[in-house]
């Protein structure tokens, strides 16, 4: 057998073994998947809203917020990054329209980093729990008492919440809202099996004792939630994923928007996995599943956009001399026997593969139906999974050589 | 939950186990199937070989016609040409078993065969028809070379359909480390592929399009 077969083999044998194990996790838990916990602790709660820049969103954040139907929810933190616009003046003036409810507070100078907000912010919580949501979020009213019920278990350190796409008018949009509501269905199955890897930026609530045991956010990774959350489980807290709070959130609408926060969420992703090394194997899930998952899903994915390149390259190649030599030769440049349509057991297993990641992500959209969205076409989702997929490891494989530039400079 | 959630790991890998396993099974079964299919169709040809060579026995016994012997050449050489083009596609789609090589190695030999005795009846009977000899290295990692040998197999296979009646072409691959193949390509003192060998007499090595083929037939 072939290096190249058995290369290949392999990746079908792990791809299909992800996918087992998600479908399993389903079958298991899912009269579970949309649980709410009933609240038997009334916690006090404060959001924090690390805010830069965004006098045009924050006011509408604040507001969003004020409509939450959690009667714990006592105080609403901004705070500020010294923005260079209105915010804080909006925040301030929230402040005055509703006393001890809204708080605006500024960070000494500008940290340059959502941590640094955040963990200014913090500060001043008196609670027993303490959220944060992006100053460009939108949490439904009902989110936050959706999650409190998980707090009940001593050990949960966070909850984390569905994230969904509000925009969605161009391909890239749309595509994200698709890969969003797949990521929730799969951090919501990994929360069964204590997996979760990232508590989001757009509204998470932690237990503050916990919080405040990891000393809050790192101010030196790029993706501060991710090594929270690793943190967390380190400890030894549980992350839970309420699929039942929404959380609308502006996703990026260019491409180079959105390169540039994949290339953050990337770059923090290994500077996570750095910080985390000593941890392989060791540490519960963490060191089992989150790390081997994450480095396994890393290499694969660099390792196989680097093989696929080097055969497309080949090909191209040959193809490209087949063709000059034959124009010199005055004979066809193609002809019906090049037209090669024999199937092999790998293009079996690859289609196989195909259609069981396709209907793994019909049944994740299945489970994310909103009401005041049209549903996504066949199109947008084959789009997605050929089109945006494809994309995404030439991002990782960008993330790895900032990764290695950049480490050298904080060093 | 950590106890269950190993449970699941382990379940999942029992479940992607077993599916595997029934897969390459599955493939291995397919891609047999194929290999016996070859293998059915090289028992023919290796009939028609055995007629061909008693044919070239009777011949130095008898007084034959050369018509005869000619034709019979051709149409072997056209059947197994055939079959090695559908051999190569299932080779190249072959991914788990190692028969196909085998199979190949085989034809190689009855294609050595073919070339050997072409060589005799060319002696026999010297204007009955043309022989080209094709070879070419299968898996030759040059892309240069392979993208030479594409265009070669085009004009070839193109100069086949256009006189076909009165050659015989006989590619074959000589990386099957046949020791026959390897002392025929001696005699010829050919050391780098691809090369076609025409009327056992001209070797070609630089091929700029099927005229000068042509022109080398009709010498």
């Known amino acids: 057998m072939e290096w190249l077969t058995v290369v290949y083999l392999v990746y079908t044998f792990i791809a299909l073994y992800i996918l087992t194990l998600f479908v399993l996790i389903y079958l298991q838990n899912k009269d579970r998947m949309y649980e709410i916990p009933p609240i038997k602790k009334q916690y006090k709660l404060s959001i924090v809203i690390p805010c830069f820049n965004a006098e045009k969103v924050i006011g509408e954040t604040i507001e969003t917020l004020l409509k939450s139907n959690y009667p714990g929810l006592k105080q609403i933190i901004v705070s500020d990054d010294c923005s260079t616009d209105n915010s804080y003046k909006i925040a301030k003036m929230y402040e005055k329209r509703y006393p001890g409810k809204v708080k605006a507070v500024r960070t000494p100078k500008n940290t340059g980093r959502a941590a640094g907000a955040k963990n200014y912010g913090a500060r001043f919580v008196r609670t027993e729990l303490i959220g944060f949501t992006d100053d460009d979020s939108r949490p439904r009213n009902d989110a936050i008492s959706n999650m409190i019920g998980f707090f009940n278990d001593s050990q949960v350190g966070g909850v984390t919440s569905r994230v969904l796409v509000q925009n969605r008018n161009n391909f890239l949009e749309k595509s994200q809202a698709i890969e969003y509501k797949i990521i929730s269905f799969t951090r919501k199955l990994l929360g069964f099996v204590d997996s979760v890897y990232v508590t989001n930026g757009p509204l998470s609530i932690y237990r503050k004792k916990a919080f405040e045991e990891c000393c809050g956010f790192s101010m030196t990774n790029w993706t501060e939630d991710i090594e929270l959350t690793w943190h967390l489980v380190a400890k030894g807290y549980k992350i839970r994923m309420a699929l039942s709070a929404k959380v609308y959130t502006i996703a990026p609408t260019t491409f180079k928007q959105w390169f540039r926060q994949r290339l953050r969420w990337n770059v923090g992703g290994l500077q996570t996995i750095n910080a985390y090394k000593s941890a392989f194997f060791r540490c519960g899930m963490l060191g089992l599943f989150i790390i081997p998952f994450f480095v396994v899903s890393w290499a694969l994915a660099i390792f196989g956009l680097l093989l696929i390149t080097y055969r497309i390259v080949r090909m191209v190649l040959i193809k490209y001399l087949t063709a000059s030599y034959s124009i010199e030769a005055q004979t066809a440049i193609l002809s019906m026997s090049d037209l090669d349509l024999t199937p092999s057991i790998l293009i079996f297993f690859g289609t196989a593969l195909f259609i069981l990641g396709f209907t793994y992500n019909l049944l994740a959209l299945a489970y994310s139906k909103e009401q005041d969205f049209k549903k996504h076409n066949l199109f947008q989702i084959l789009g997605y999974m050929i089109l945006y997929l494809t994309a995404y490891p030439a991002i990782l494989i960008i993330s790895v050589f900032n990764y290695i530039k950049g480490k050298k400079t904080w060093n | ?219």
Not at chain 2, 109 to 126: E, G, P, V, Y
């Open chain 2, 1 to 219: 939950m950590l106890k269950s959630a190993k449970n699941v790991f382990w379940e999942a890998l029992l479940v992607t186990a077993t599916v595997f396993f029934f897969g390459i099974i599955l493939g291995m079964a397919f891609e047999n199937s194929r290999v016996d299919k070859i293998n059915d169709y090289y028992t023919i040809s290796e009939i028609s070989m055995m007629d061909i060579l008693a044919l070239n026995d009777i011949m130095q016994m008898e007084n034959i016609s050369c018509e005869n012997l000619v034709q019979a050449n051709i149409d072997f050489a056209d059947r197994i040409y055939e079959e090695a083009k559908l051999l190569e596609k299932y080779e190249a789609a072959g991914k788990i078993s190692d028969d196909f090589k085998l199979a190949h190695k085989k034809y190689d030999l009855m294609r050595t065969f073919l070339w050997a005795n072409s060589i005799k009846t060319f002696d026999k009977c010297k204007n009955g028809f043309n022989s080209v000899v094709y070879l070419y290295e299968y898996e030759t990692e040059d892309l240069g070379q392979k993208a030479t040998q594409n265009v070669w197999s085009k004009i070839l296979g193109d100069l086949k359909e256009e006189v076909g009646g009165q050659v015989i072409l006989i590619p074959i691959a000589v990386d099957s480390d046949l020791v026959s193949l390897n002392l025929m390509t001696r005699d010829f003192n050919i050391s780098e592929y691809p090369v076609v060998i025409i009327n056992n007499k001209h070797v070609i090595t630089e091929l700029s399009n099927a005229e000068t083929l042509k022109a080398y037939l009709q010498e």
